[in-house]
């Protein structure tokens, strides 16, 4: 099992950036693929970006590829989503998530079982 907890949302004006971070508790982070989720109120929780062990691949769900880019300092057991060129859509509730049951399936929500407990981004028009 593996505690995440996310940090770093808030209000921001459109068209400007923020930084998520997500802090990971235990020896293994290093060894799990990572991932960003978001849920806006009233629609499914939808995949954001994934990340593999080493950094060395990344995920990107299309509509989101150029403006958030997502890392990871095995150091410090840390994930991170740098987001730019905010749009209110990215208004959201973002979630981090480790180790899908599948390693094929990184885009799917229902392969994970270990979730932060969220940190609100709201992006003012």
């Known amino acids: 099992q593996v505690q995440l907890v996310e940090s770093g949302g808030g209000l921001v004006q459109a068209g400007g950036s923020l930084r998520l971070s997500c802090a990971a508790s235990?020896?293994?982070?290093?060894?799990?693929?990572m991932a960003w989720f978001r849920q806006a109120p009233g629609k499914e929780r939808e995949f954001v970006a994934a990340i593999n062990w080493s950094g060395g691949r990344t995920y990107y769900t299309d509509s989101l590829k150029g403006r958030f880019t997502i890392s990871r300092d095995n150091a410090k057991n840390t994930l991170y989503l740098q987001m730019n060129s905010l749009k209110s859509e990215d208004t959201a509730v973002y979630y981090c998530?480790?180790?899908?049951?599948?390693?094929?399936?990184?885009?799917?929500?229902?392969?994970?079982?270990?979730w932060g407990q969220g940190t609100q981004v709201t992006v003012s028009s």
């Open positions: 235990g020896r293994t982070f290093s060894s799990y693929i």
């Open positions: 998530a480790a180790d899908p049951t599948t390693r094929g399936r990184v885009r799917m929500k229902d392969e994970y079982k270990n």
